[in-house]
């Protein structure tokens, strides 16, 4: 499936791309407002927009797609909590809402759930899976009920399986950018080893952590 994202946060932006891409969608990413503008034309399956970004904000952007597309389906991300506008992005015409910060299995499941595509669960290896709508690790028979911040960094590591993510990802995608100390940092890496039944999660040199789906 073809899907068009406007995301100006290059670390989400990339990391919905990967996790899409993943899942057999074919995207093309944005992180400008006007560069977006002049490409919403080339037959999208559906479209992801954030609010805030340079030069023309998503809900122009959401105007002008609707005057080419009356179907396709159309999900904003935004941070924002104003009514207004959030109102102006149902008036004009979005299908969906979901407000940052969010898991990225969330957006795969309205985007499959709009596009008639099903999917609930997220295999880590062949013991263990990740259910993101109740926000559990099973293992075999056993359940685990993740915290808010720990289904964030579950999100993070399952889109970046064998990939280092670096101290800054993990700021910006589980603290949205926010400060976060590397001692906050690591007593939820510590609390998030302590629920999953085996060794996934490994330390980089002082620069981040490597998930590795396979068993340590």
């Not at 009514?83 to 407000?99: H, M, P, Q, T, W």
């Not at 926010?178 to 001692?183: H, K």
Request: hydrophobic fraction near 40%; include cysteine; glycine fraction near 4%.
């Amino acid at each position: 499936m073809k899907i068009f994202l406007l995301e100006d946060n290059k670390t989400l932006n990339e990391t919905i791309k990967l996790k899409f891409e993943k899942n057999d969608h074919k995207v093309y990413a944005f992180l400008d407002g006007k560069d977006a503008y002049e490409n919403i034309t080339e037959g999208f399956s559906c479209f992801i927009l954030d609010i805030n970004v340079p030069n023309i904000d998503g809900i122009r952007i959401l105007q002008k797609i609707r005057k080419y597309y009356e179907e396709v389906p159309i999900i904003i991300i935004s941070a924002t909590v104003e009514f207004e506008i959030i109102k102006n992005a149902y008036d004009f015409g979005c299908n969906d809402y979901l407000k940052k910060p969010f898991f990225i299995d969330e957006l795969l499941i309205k985007v499959n759930k709009l596009c008639k595509i099903s999917k609930k669960e997220i295999s880590i290896d062949k013991d263990c899976a990740f259910n993101f709508s109740d926000g559990v690790i099973k293992f075999k028979d056993e359940k685990v009920i993740l915290t808010k911040k720990e289904n964030l960094m579950m999100n993070l590591f399952l889109t970046n399986i064998n990939k280092l993510v670096t101290y800054e990802n993990i700021q910006n995608y589980v603290w949205e950018g926010e400060y976060a100390s590397l001692d906050a940092i690591r007593t939820l890496i510590k609390r998030l080893r302590r629920k999953l039944p085996k060794q996934y999660i490994y330390a980089s040199s002082n620069s981040g952590y490597f998930f590795n789906s396979e068993e340590g």
